[in-house]
């Protein structure tokens, strides 16, 4: 069983930027982010493959970029130009199916970090 744990969560104005990290046991085939908003279904904001394949949702439009540390076993998601709905608990997720942005393909989950953009 893989074990993640997510920090670099808080709060930032519109436009600012945060950096999410993911601490893992060991890398999978596939090592991605999601966000969930209360009463909504969890999405798919970014993936990367073992291979260095990328995978962003539609929404991210160029703003966040995913890495690796390979020395620090650890995921990255850099956020820039934050939007006020951006707000959600960010998970870190890993699975060893297809690499991609449909919540079926992980079997791992972090226990979540929350982002509040707001001014």
């Known amino acids: 069983q893989v074990h993640l744990e997510e920090s670099g969560g808080g709060s930032v104005q519109p436009g600012g930027s945060l950096t999410l990290s993911c601490k893992v046991s060991?890398?999978?085939?596939?090592m991605g982010w999601f966000r969930q908003v209360p009463g909504e279904e969890r999405e798919g904001v970014a993936s990367?493959?073992?291979?260095?394949?990328?995978y962003y949702g539609e929404f991210v439009r160029g703003r966040f970029i995913v890495s690796k540390d390979n020395a620090q076993n650890t995921v990255i998601l850099q956020m820039n130009y934050l939007r006020p709905e951006d707000t959600a608990v960010y998970y870190c997720?890993?699975?060893?199916?297809?690499?991609?942005?449909?919540?079926?393909?992980?079997?791992?989950w972090g226990q979540g970090t929350q982002v509040t953009v707001s001014s």
């Open positions: 997720a890993a699975g060893d199916r297809s690499c991609g942005l449909r919540t079926r393909d992980f079997s791992a």
């Open positions: 060991r890398f999978t085939n596939c």
């Open positions: 990367m493959s073992s291979g260095g394949s990328r």
